[in-house]
């Protein structure tokens, strides 16, 4: 009901790594904005800051589960995008991740609530389908938001009935 088709692991480690280990980068404050693929917990593994926010009751407890069972420093949120972000929130975080539907309203929902979380010199990795690329690149135009670089073929899917999605 969410919207939700998991990446496959693989797929969640790699956007971990373009985070990089808080060894080489420093300990970052990263923020999921969604996170049914558990990037979470790679982000987390790499010493990094995690805080998630999700709608989906089943995966803020299995975050909870995870992170009390492996010692990871992850902090679990439940949040709707539709309801404004508190705005001491705001400026806390040196990253975020998210993987939005491919549609205008979702990307520029996501965006929106990701862009004031960042602090000045933040970065965003959002999962863009190859065929919506065009509306991506113009809802970001519209916003004023760079894209910096793509990451083609970066991401692969599986539906709950385990058919690989490109």
């Given at each position: 009901g969410f919207g939700q088709c998991p990446t496959l692991p693989e797929t969640t480690l790699r956007r971990a790594l373009l985070v990089g280990e808080a060894s080489s980068v420093g300990t970052l404050d990263i923020l999921c904005i969604g996170d049914d693929d558990l990037v979470c917990v790679p982000l987390a593994a790499?010493?990094?800051?995690?805080?998630?926010?999700d709608i989906d009751h089943y995966l803020l407890g299995l975050i909870e589960r995870i992170l009390k069972e492996e010692g990871l420093t992850i902090t679990a949120k439940e949040?709707?995008?539709r309801d404004p972000?508190?705005?001491?929130e705001q400026a806390c975080f040196d990253v975020f991740l998210t993987d939005?539907?491919?549609?205008e309203e979702c990307f520029r929902l996501f965006v929106s609530r990701a862009i004031p979380l960042l602090r000045s010199?933040?970065?965003g990795f959002v999962a863009v389908h190859g065929a919506a690329q065009a509306?991506?690149?113009?809802?970001?135009?519209?916003?004023?938001?760079?894209?910096?670089?793509?990451?083609?073929?970066h991401n692969r899917y599986y539906s709950h009935f385990l058919k690989l999605h490109q």
């Amino acid at each position: 009901g969410f919207g939700q088709c998991p990446t496959l692991p693989e797929t969640t480690l790699r956007r971990a790594l373009l985070v990089g280990e808080a060894s080489s980068v420093g300990t970052l404050d990263i923020l999921c904005i969604g996170d049914d693929d558990l990037v979470c917990v790679p982000l987390a593994a790499l010493g990094h800051r995690v805080t998630v926010f999700d709608i989906d009751h089943y995966l803020l407890g299995l975050i909870e589960r995870i992170l009390k069972e492996e010692g990871l420093t992850i902090t679990a949120k439940e949040h709707d995008l539709r309801d404004p972000i508190r705005a001491e929130e705001q400026a806390c975080f040196d990253v975020f991740l998210t993987d939005p539907m491919a549609n205008e309203e979702c990307f520029r929902l996501f965006v929106s609530r990701a862009i004031p979380l960042l602090r000045s010199n933040g970065r965003g990795f959002v999962a863009v389908h190859g065929a919506a690329q065009a509306l991506f690149e113009s809802v970001c135009s519209g916003m004023h938001v760079p894209i910096t670089a793509w990451h083609r073929r970066h991401n692969r899917y599986y539906s709950h009935f385990l058919k690989l999605h490109q």
